[in-house]
Each structure stands twice: as C-alpha cells, then as structure tokens.
C-alpha cells in the first residue's frame, strides 16, 4: 500500500479564513467561501501523520458497547424466534473491521429491448411481444475492492485471519452469492463528503484491515458491471409494469465519472444456534445491521386449516347429540326450537347452518388469533426476559 507523510488537516482557509471541507473524489481540501482547493500533500517537515495515498475513510460511530447492545435486540427482535435465542446460542468474537470498496459514479447510454419470457417450448406460430427504448440513466455503485479470500492480513492486532472472516460474510467474487449480508451492507452504504476522511495508515495497526487487491478495471468488470446492469434492467421492467413476466436486454455504454478507494467501518460477527451458525456485519457508522435470525416455524400457531377441522368435529359431536335428543318424543313436543327442532323442520335448517358452516369457520379464526397472539406474547416476554438479565449481569453469553 503506497503512503505518503501529510500535515494534519486545517479547517481553516489559508486565503479567506472559511471553513475546509475534505473531498473523497479529488482527495483535497476545498473551501466553500473563495472555492481555493488543496491537495492533501507530502510534508517532510511536519511527518506527523502518515495518510494512505488517494484513499478516504468512513470513520466508526459505533463503538463495541453499542454494537453488542443493538445486535442482541436486533437478534431477539422478530417472529418465531425461540424464547431462549440468547442463553442456547453460542456467539463468536466481535470484529472491528475496515472494509476495501471501490465507489463508482456515471452514466449508462444506450438502447434497451424487453420481451416476455417464454415458459416452455416457444411456437413458431406465436409472434414474440417486444418493446424497445433507450438508457440514459446516472449510476452510483460500492463494491468490495478484494477477492482474494485467501491471502494474509496487514493487521496485528488481532490474531486472526480476516479473510476467512469475509468468506463466511458472502465473497464478493462468488455471483451467486450476492445477497449476504457483507455484500447488502457495501451496497446500501450511503457516502456523504461531510462522513469523510483521510485514511490514515495506522488503520493497519488498531484494526482488522484489507487491501485494495482488485484494480478498479477488475472490481468493475467483475461486480460493478453486472450489478449496475441488473439495477437498470429491474427499474425498466417495473416501469413497464412487467416485472414478473418481462425480461430485459440491455446494449449500454458506460461512461465513468469517478473512481473513488474508501474503507468502510464494519463490525462483525456470528452466533450459533442449534447446528446452524448465523452471521451478523453492521454498519459502524450509522449502526445498521444485516444478517441472518432464527427463525423456527414451529412455534406459530396450528394454521387456520387444522383448526377449522377440529371445530367442524366438535360441531359434528354436538350435532349428533342434539339429533338424538331432539327425536325424543317427550322433547319434541315440547321443545320444537333451535336445539331441539326435528330433522327437515326450520329450526333444524338454522342449527345445520350455524353448527357445520358458521361456528366453524368464527372459531376457526378466533382460536388461531388467539392462539397466535399468546404465542407471541410468551415468546417475547421470554427474550425479553434473557435480555434484561444479560443487560444485568445475571446472565452470560456463551461464546466460542
């Protein structure tokens, strides 16, 4: 990684006295007042900082505690999560990472075409629906600036290997496998001027910390190409409203604006539960989280179906007891109502509906609401509960 020793940053300008602001994509400073800008520069006769040359930072908000705190809630927070997710699970060491992405910003040019997709065998008699159009639409993309899983790590700080730690986070060079959480976290990372900083090498020291490994040509034709055009091919689709039957092929052109090198601040972690391990990154500027829960669909509420089924037997045993009693001559004569009315008689018409039709269906949706919001309640009230005795002292994680 290529340094450069750097004055500390000024927040004054020199010329005017205004207010500096860092800028990522020229890695200068620049004032707002007089537009003076100046480069974040060599200066042997400061040497009291060592800045990573043309990379900025994102700096963490979020300290440890924090994150702890708001991973568990975020953990225990849902539904038909066990009511003891805390005590039963098995949690790893938390990771205070800085993260390599590449930020790409600029236009896609072109021409678009959508067709219905064909289920099946396609006819040579049916005429395929097309529709046509152009691109011009403005792109801003975060990809991770590394594939390589397997290499060493420029931190000493904690005696792991954090690449390891990525590929358990979803590796960016597997397509298929773009959805984990590492990589939501990189693509829905939201970078203002003002949450910027210069990167300063000690980074490599007090934190978990990778290099950049791809090129930005590589990082581009790797995952930021096919990302971008996915996005524009989904937007396409819902503007025509065809977006579950409608495929779109795009030939673009794009034209890059910048190129920017950022570490993002990334807390990590993963918790096992039962046999299955779970993994949980968060944001550590703003604190989002993204991962994996629990989640076991036993413990719902039998489905409305099953209850329906038991109601109708019950119905059924309460019919046949009224059958019988109401052909009791001494009832009969005395009792012609709704429990006791004869077979084929009005009453008897207006019993058969309510017990075999209505009370059924009600019950059905009584007793599964019911059932269902007690569920909840006794699983809540239990996490609640692990929680607030975590938060105490009370109880311990168990950690790996």
């Known amino acids: 990684m290529e340094t ?10 020199p010329n005017c006295g205004g207010e500096l602001t860092y800028s990522a994509a020229t890695y200068s400073n620049k004032c707002e007042y007089c537009g003076s800008e100046f480069k974040v520069q060599a200066a042997t006769d400061q040497g009291d900082e060592s800045l990573i040359k043309d990379v900025s930072i994102i700096p963490f908000k979020i300290n440890r505690d924090q994150f702890k705190k708001e991973m568990l809630r ?63 639409e ?7 600036a590394t594939d390589n899983l397997n290499g060493d790590v420029s931190s000493q700080f904690f005696q792991i290997n ?48 990778l290099n950049f490994d791809l090129s930005t040509d590589e990082a581009w034709e790797k995952h930021g190409q096919t990302l971008i055009a996915r996005r524009i091919s989904n937007k396409l689709a819902e503007q025509s409203k065809k977006s579950m039957d409608w495929e779109v092929n795009l030939n ?33 500027f703003n604190g989002k989280i993204y991962g994996q829960k629990v989640v076991d669909f036993k413990l719902q509420a039998p489905n409305k179906t099953k209850i ?17 009693a109401s052909n009791a001559t001494d009832i009969t004569a005395h009792h012609n109502n709704l429990l006791f009315s004869p077979m084929w008689q009005g009453w008897w018409a207006c019993r058969f509906l309510l017990l075999w039709i ?18 909840r309640q006794s699983l809540i009230a239990r996490r609640e509960g692990e929680l607030a005795a975590i938060n105490s002292g009370h109880l311990k994680l168990n950690t790996n």
Not at 255 to 281: A, D, H, N, R
Request: charged share 15%; hydrophobic share 35%.
């Open 74 to 136: 975020w953990i225990i927070t849902g539904d038909f999560i066990p009511g003891n997710i805390l005590s039963a699970s098995r949690f790893s060491a938390i990771k205070q990472c800085y993260i390599p992405v590449y930020s790409f910003k600029g236009t896609c040019t072109g021409q678009w075409t959508g067709a219905k997709r064909q289920l099946g065998k396609p006819s040579p008699f049916q005429k395929k629906a097309t529709e046509t159009g152009s691109v011009n």
């Open 4 to 13: 450069t020793t750097a004055k500390s940053s000024v927040n004054k300008c």
């Open 252 to 284: 673009v052109d794009y034209k890059m604006e910048t190129v920017t090198k950022f570490y993002l601040p990334v807390w990590m972690t993963s918790y096992s539960y039962g046999t299955q391990e779970y993994k949980i990154c968060t944001n550590g």
């Open 358 to 375: 209505v009370i059924p269906i009600v019950a059905s949706k009584l007793i599964h609401k019911k059932w269902d919001d007690m569920v």
């Open 162 to 209: 954090i690449v390891n730690i990525l590929n358990q986070f979803g590796n960016q060079g597997n397509n298929n496998d773009e959805n984990g959480p590492l990589q939501l976290l990189v693509r829905t990372f939201e970078i203002k001027d003002q949450e910027v900083e210069p990167a300063d090498a000690r980074i490599f020291n007090d934190y978990n910390t």
């Open 308 to 324: 329906y089924i038991a109601s109708l037997l019950a119905c059924f045993a309460i019919s046949f007891c009224l059958f019988i």
């Open 138 to 144: 403005p792109f801003s993309l975060l990809t991770l």
